[in-house]
């Protein structure tokens, strides 16, 4: 195997089996933490559709208006696919708003939309080390690995998806055929 091609899942792979040490940015909302809170119940107070929308609302606010802004003119860019605008104001938000998670996510989005699978990862990490329960990320990753023929780490990041969010049926699906049923990993 071409190490060169191998070193990024690697490294990300590291910092996935390390997550659970991980404490979230000090930076994002309080809030998120009652809702993965939440999140983990096997049978939820609200509807599924709710927590997770409310989740993703606030890793996509800022305190920073403009900021917020800029972020919605990405998301339309990246649904209409406007890459190369999306890429610039992406670009701008990371280097601004470096501890913004989200920021990082998005352009990883990109990224992976543009097949620029180590850029992506390195954006994940990035996403990762201020927002270790971000599930989103953790599946792109494993899509990442999934194209890139690496099942076993795919899995790795998938299950670890299923720790923070056990309701993504997709992720579980996936995980079923890659071989294993989903259980919880227990430390």
């Known amino acids: ?23 979230p940015a000090p930076n994002l909302p309080d809030q998120l933490n009652g809702l993965f809170e939440d999140l983990a119940k096997p049978e939820l107070d609200e509807p599924l559709d709710v927590v997770e929308g409310s989740i993703w609302a606030l890793w996509c606010s800022h305190p920073d208006d403009s900021a917020v802004q800029r972020m919605e003119r990405v998301i339309g860019g990246l649904a209409q696919g406007r890459f190369d605008a999306a890429e610039r104001l992406l670009d701008g938000l990371v280097r601004d708003y470096p501890d913004w998670a989200e920021a990082w996510n998005k352009r990883a989005t990109l990224y992976f939309l543009l097949d620029r699978d180590d850029e992506s990862v390195a954006d994940i990490e990035e996403t990762l080390k201020l927002e270790p329960r971000h599930f989103g990320a953790l599946g792109g990753f ?17 299950e670890k998806a299923l720790e923070v969010n056990p309701h993504l049926d997709g992720v579980r699906e996936i995980v079923h055929e890659l071989g294993a049923e989903y259980r919880p990993v227990v430390n």
């Open 1 to 23: 195997m071409d190490h060169e091609k191998v070193g990024p899942l690697d490294r990300a792979l590291e910092l996935i089996l390390s997550l659970d040490a991980m404490a």
């Open 142 to 158: 494993g899509q990442i690995c999934l194209r890139r023929d690496e099942p076993v780490t795919a899995r790795i990041a998938f």
